[in-house]
Nanobody, 127 residues
Framework: QVQLVESGGGSVQAGGSLRLSCEVS????????MAWFRQAPGKKREGVAF???????NYADSVEDRFGFFKDSARNAAFLQMNNLKAEDTAMYYC?????????????????????WGQGTQVTVSS
């Protein structure tokens, strides 16, 4: 049974940092693409960071140079390190995995093309 469980969200002040975790069971994360998405109230779910099958990573322009996406194969987990957080980063953050082969970058990371999702973890940044 596939499960993705996020944790690590919380409330921080602008300029602060958080690390989100996505613990995966049911498949080996080294074999599949993964991504972090976020959704703010009243807005569409948007891709934040994408990790393809070959190990390449890319980010949405809004988080480039502030966020880092990495995996720990031993734990079968993925992480999103978020630094210099801004109020506009406030959203529910989701981990997603196993994307359609047509997804090759964050720009093509449509949520509909991901098979598995976590339940989300809330990030709130106060200015």
């Amino acid at each position: 049974q596939v499960q993705l469980v996020e944790s690590g969200g919380g409330s921080v002040q602008a300029g602060g940092s958080l690390r989100l975790s996505c613990e995966v069971s049911g498949f080996d994360i080294r074999r599949y693409c993964m991504a972090w998405f976020r959704q703010a109230p009243g807005k569409k779910r948007e891709g934040v960071a994408f990790f393809d099958r070959t190990g390449r990573i890319n980010y949405a322009d809004s988080v480039e140079d502030r966020f880092g996406f990495f995996k720990d194969s031993a734990r079968n987990a993925a992480f999103l390190q978020m630094n210099n957080l801004k109020a506009e980063d406030t959203a529910m953050y989701y981990c997603a995995a196993q994307c359609h082969e047509g997804v090759t970058s964050i720009a093509t990371a449509n949520p509909r093309n991901f098979a598995y999702w976590g339940q989300g973890t809330q990030v709130t940044v106060s200015s």
